[in-house]
């Protein structure tokens, strides 16, 4: 997934992603939705198997994998900066919006319109990642068919059945078919020819570029230990975990940052956690907004930055130095076997979380927003954006106007 020999244009990333920044409600189906239908469906600009890929590989590391995504993509369509310009625009729009939340409604419950317009959107977000995964699936079923269409389907399974029960563990079901597939390749049961080219380079570039990933991460050992002395450092061992260190999904940093916000440094009570949550749910972009609420609460506005660069420099960092030798890295034949293992699981796993999304729709109004909005982008195929700002616009009437309830 080279960048191509005629590089999109700068001011069309910055527009492209931030458009996705700011649309971007309801989290990791929605971000993969919207940068599939940008880059593969819209522009052309990557191929479906190469998009497979990057999701694969952006859901085996840890930290904001929708984010990690974004900086991906707008490397292959751009090259270094256009990574770093797309990356800013991906999170810059939610972070915005939550520091002016953060402002406003922490000292106070958020006033009923917000809290009506995000339950609304988030109750529609189960039929976005049904959406999601069937169109990723399907593609990369057409491929797998001819050659290994059983293993294909029972990692595929695998995956979204993960989703369901394990939770964070769910990365160990992604690393374990990826290895699954490498080991029947090995063992001579399948017979493969790397898609790409310069196979042997691979291997060395990789060797290179995972040297050169332990060296840039020889610095959270010195926040670890900078959280012991409170303040900032504490702060940013805080977001660290956020960032770094959290398998699993959006939803994995809640416990990592209650049992550090409210417990042990008490930054925030229970109550004004549940508030920072509310606010990460109803803003655009990642999930891991939620964590500069937090830095916030702690140390003001410049807290709420430091959190943010702390849990988003290691996604930045750590693609941005892969991402040169992603080609290369495909060509590798053994890494060629694991990505085609472990790439339909993380499929199956956009498919399943679905349904502990849906499983979260408490109230009645809520679930018919949830059929009428998931009829309306699965069969009447509205856009994922127009289907949740519908849903949004919805949830903040019947809340705001006629009163509906919305869980606390």
Request: net charge positive; proline share 6%; glycine share 14%.
């Amino acid at each position: 997934m080279p960048p191509p020999d005629h590089p999109v244009p700068l001011r069309t990333v910055l527009r492209s992603w931030g458009r996705i920044g700011c649309l971007g409600f309801g989290g990791p189906p929605v971000h993969v939705a919207m940068l599939r239908e940008l880059c593969v469906e819209r522009e052309g600009w990557i191929e479906d198997d190469a998009f497979e890929d990057a999701i694969a590989a952006t859901n085996l590391l840890p930290g904001p994998g929708s984010s990690q995504l974004a900086i991906l993509t707008a490397w292959t369509v751009r090259g270094r900066l256009g990574g770093l310009v797309g990356g800013l625009a991906f999170v810059g729009p939610g972070l915005v919006a939550m520091l002016v939340l953060a402002a406003v409604f922490l000292a106070s419950s958020p006033p009923e319109v917000v809290r009506g317009a995000g339950a609304g959107a988030g109750a529609v977000v189960a039929a976005v990642a049904v959406h999601a995964g069937w169109g990723l699936l399907q593609p990369s079923w057409a491929r797998a068919r001819g050659s290994r269409p059983m293993r294909w389907a029972a990692y595929a399974v695998l995956g979204a059945t993960a989703a369901v029960l394990l939770g964070p563990w769910l990365v160990l079901v992604l690393l374990g078919c990826g290895v699954a597939e490498l080991a029947w390749t090995r063992s001579g049961g399948a017979r493969r020819r790397p898609r790409g080219s310069g196979g042997r380079g691979g291997s060395a570039d990789g060797g290179s570029a995972s040297r050169r990933g332990l060296h840039a991460h020889a610095w959270p050992v010195l926040l670890a230990a900078a959280s012991g002395v409170g303040g900032l450092g504490a702060l940013a061992w805080t977001a660290l975990k956020v960032g770094a260190l959290s398998y699993g999904g959006g939803f994995v940093i809640i416990p990592l940052m209650q049992a550090d916000a409210v417990d042990r440094h008490h930054w925030l009570t229970d109550a004004r956690f549940l508030d920072a949550v509310a606010l990460g749910q109803v803003t655009p972009g990642p999930v891991v907004h939620t964590v500069a609420a937090v830095g916030y609460a702690a140390h003001g506005v410049g807290g709420a930055l430091l959190a943010a660069a702390v849990a988003f420099a290691p996604s930045f960092a750590v693609v941005l130095v892969l991402a040169p030798r992603f080609e290369r890295l495909r060509a590798d034949a053994r890494l060629r076997a694991f990505l085609d293992g472990a790439g339909p699981a993380a499929l199956g796993a956009i498919l399943g979380a679905a349904v502990p999304l849906a499983a979260s729709v408490t109230e009645t109004w809520q679930v018919v927003v949830l059929v009428v909005g998931g009829a309306l982008l699965l069969a009447g195929r509205l856009s994922v954006v127009w289907t949740l700002l519908a849903a949004g616009a919805a949830g903040a009437v019947l809340v705001a106007a006629l009163g509906a309830p919305v869980a606390g």
